[in-house]
């Protein structure tokens, strides 16, 4: 069953369903080496003209929904274009969620912003019970996001990034009575 992705607004963000047709703003953010470069080996690079629209169409509606979920992150001011992105995937391989962010909007708070709507979702519409996080070990941004969502690590094990400098992943484990009992404070 395909249920409509909802759309999240926060006091800055618009985070809503991922369009085909958001795939030349996701190009503009995402080939970028400083964003890839912290992903899990395998995103093609260089990143081939056309290819966010493609994954859209090919890897993300057909599942959207269903056992997938992709929201585009975007800012209120900007006429909701896309500056990032966020996935969660029913099944953690080796994660429930990832995400991205263009590199001109680090540093701000957006990410913490467009994933708390997302957590709330997930452990309050989709039901799910635990939600596993993973990033390569060096990426500082993405670990603080995973320790103020209140994740307990749960250990480092071998991964394979586009970065062949990073060489192992650091697995956490947020569950949803971790996070009722954050956002109730």
Request: aromatic content about 14%; overall charge neutral; hydrophobic content about 40%.
């Amino acid at each position: 069953m395909t249920e409509k992705i909802p759309s999240f607004e926060t006091e800055r963000l618009i985070v809503r369903e991922v369009r085909e047709a958001d795939g030349p703003a996701y190009e503009k953010y995402f080939v970028n080496y400083e964003v890839i470069r912290y992903l899990a080996a395998g995103v093609p690079w260089p990143y081939p003209k056309g290819s966010a629209s493609e994954f859209i169409r090919t890897m993300i509606a057909p599942r959207q929904g269903i056992d997938k979920w992709m929201w585009a992150i975007t800012l209120k001011e900007s006429n909701c274009a896309l500056i990032g992105a966020i996935e969660l995937s029913r099944e953690a391989t080796p994660s429930n969620r990832g995400f991205w962010l263009g590199e001109p909007f680090w540093g701000k708070g957006y990410m913490m912003e467009a994933v708390s709507p997302v957590t709330d979702y997930a452990f309050e519409f989709l039901g799910f019970e635990k939600l596993i996080f993973a990033n390569a070990v060096g990426n500082a941004r993405s670990r603080r996001i995973k320790e103020k969502s209140g994740a307990s690590f749960l250990r480092r094990e071998p991964g394979s990034y586009m970065d062949p400098q990073f060489m192992e992943t650091e697995l956490f484990e947020l569950t949803s009575d971790t996070w009722k009992a954050r956002t109730l404070r």
